[in-house]
């Protein structure tokens, strides 16, 4: 084992929410073959991509990202553009990567950056400071050191006997701590800890955790400098264990759902319509779904008594997915 070890304390937090977790997937992974299907990945892997974007303020959105995806023009500034080729690119190798290899993480950030940085795939040479609201909050490591401490990490990574949720989440905190790289370091710290996860349980796969990090941008932003304040890592794995299980639980949700209720092909076909234009109507569902305007209605009957839809307002309102991952 490397004699190295990141500065954190296990506490009953952690490990009550390892337990949560672990139920849970245990949930989703007994019906994965049935539920987890490419559409589903695809569909998780457009929010992850979203999320982790719009952290970095990138907010083109899920549906250029998809439309992106499917060679087709958007509108957006040619940095937006780039981004998001990039991190599709990135994320395409997500199953390939090998979790505790110093040199696939290097390649995930050339991919990621390629065309936005010229030293895309190499540590910094330079030293910086990463500015919060206040000021400069964290001053990283020297520059001439960073390899060093990279290499420790990725060896303590590897050998270490720590649970790989535990793992997962200080890597990401350690890795944002020494930011080793000139930019894109956010980006692949998540994707890094998505990594890992992966080759824990493979179910992580369809985890969109980033976009649930997005939704608590600020409590992220707040554990990491609590975290680097404290100098252990502590505070933000309590964060991020409480990020995983609130993602691996809406997933779950979703599966339990599906299971209990197998939606039909008309049904689906529904959701991904009222997801395109909230305020569609039952003329125009049943021109798109090809089916009487009398079956929609029992549609969207049943979509509502399962709770996956809701009607806002009257015949000037508009639908809500209520459950939806």
């Given at each position: 084992?490397?004699s190295?070890?990141?500065?954190?304390t296990?506490t009953?937090?952690?490990?009550?929410?390892?337990s949560?977790?672990?139920?849970?997937?245990?949930r989703?992974?007994?019906?994965k073959?049935?539920?987890?299907?490419?559409?589903l990945?695809k569909?998780n892997r457009?929010?992850?991509?979203?999320g982790?974007?719009?952290?970095e303020g990138?907010f083109?959105?899920e549906?250029?990202?998809t439309?992106?995806l499917?060679g087709?023009?958007v509108?957006?500034?040619?940095?937006?553009?780039l981004?998001?080729?990039?991190?599709i690119?990135?994320?395409k190798e997500?199953?390939?990567y090998?979790?505790?290899n110093?040199?696939d993480?290097?390649?995930?950030h050339k991919?990621l950056?390629n065309?936005i940085?010229k030293?895309?795939?190499?540590?910094r040479?330079v030293?910086?400071g990463?500015?919060?609201?206040d000021?400069v909050?964290?001053?990283a490591?020297?520059?001439?050191?960073v390899?060093?401490?990279m290499?420790?990490l990725f060896?303590?990574?590897?050998?270490?006997?720590e649970?790989?949720l535990?793992k997962?989440?200080?890597?990401?905190?350690?890795f944002e701590f020494?930011h080793?790289?000139s930019d894109?370091n956010?980006?692949?710290?998540r994707?890094?800890q998505?990594?890992?996860?992966y080759?824990?349980?493979?179910v992580?796969?369809v985890m969109?955790?980033?976009?649930?990090?997005?939704?608590?941008?600020e409590h992220?932003?707040?554990?990491l400098e609590q975290s680097?304040?404290?100098g252990?890592s502590t505070?933000f794995?309590e964060?991020?264990?409480d990020?995983?299980?609130?993602t691996?639980?809406?997933v779950?949700?979703?599966?339990?759902n599906?299971?209990?209720?197998?939606?039909?092909?008309n049904?689906?076909?529904?959701?991904?319509n009222?997801k395109?234009?909230?305020?569609?109507?039952a003329?125009k569902?049943?021109?798109l779904?090809?089916?009487s305007?009398?079956?929609i209605?029992?549609?969207?009957?049943?979509?509502?008594?399962l709770?996956?839809?809701k009607?806002?307002g009257?015949?000037?309102?508009?639908?809500?997915?209520?459950?939806?991952?």
């Amino acid at each position: 084992m490397s004699s190295y070890k990141p500065p954190y304390t296990i506490t009953s937090k952690m490990v009550n929410l390892i337990s949560f977790i672990s139920e849970e997937l245990t949930r989703i992974e007994y019906n994965k073959k049935e539920i987890i299907t490419p559409q589903l990945r695809k569909k998780n892997r457009v929010k992850t991509l979203a999320g982790t974007l719009e952290i970095e303020g990138n907010f083109l959105g899920e549906e250029k990202i998809t439309a992106i995806l499917e060679g087709k023009r958007v509108l957006g500034t040619y940095q937006e553009i780039l981004e998001v080729e990039g991190a599709i690119n990135a994320y395409k190798e997500f199953e390939n990567y090998k979790f505790d290899n110093a040199q696939d993480l290097l390649k995930a950030h050339k991919t990621l950056m390629n065309g936005i940085l010229k030293t895309a795939g190499s540590f910094r040479s330079v030293n910086v400071g990463v500015g919060s609201s206040d000021g400069v909050a964290h001053v990283a490591p020297p520059h001439g050191v960073v390899p060093s401490l990279m290499r420790d990490l990725f060896e303590w990574l590897k050998k270490s006997d720590e649970h790989p949720l535990i793992k997962s989440c200080v890597f990401h905190y350690e890795f944002e701590f020494i930011h080793p790289f000139s930019d894109g370091n956010g980006r692949i710290g998540r994707l890094w800890q998505s990594v890992i996860l992966y080759h824990w349980r493979e179910v992580f796969a369809v985890m969109p955790t980033e976009s649930i990090v997005r939704d608590n941008q600020e409590h992220y932003y707040n554990a990491l400098e609590q975290s680097t304040d404290m100098g252990e890592s502590t505070i933000f794995v309590e964060f991020m264990l409480d990020v995983i299980l609130d993602t691996v639980r809406k997933v779950g949700n979703w599966v339990g759902n599906k299971v209990g209720n197998a939606l039909t092909d008309n049904q689906l076909k529904i959701m991904e319509n009222i997801k395109l234009n909230s305020k569609v109507s039952a003329t125009k569902l049943a021109e798109l779904v090809g089916i009487s305007k009398r079956k929609i209605e029992e549609n969207l009957a049943k979509l509502k008594e399962l709770k996956l839809l809701k009607r806002v307002g009257g015949t000037r309102g508009y639908w809500e997915i209520v459950n939806e991952i």
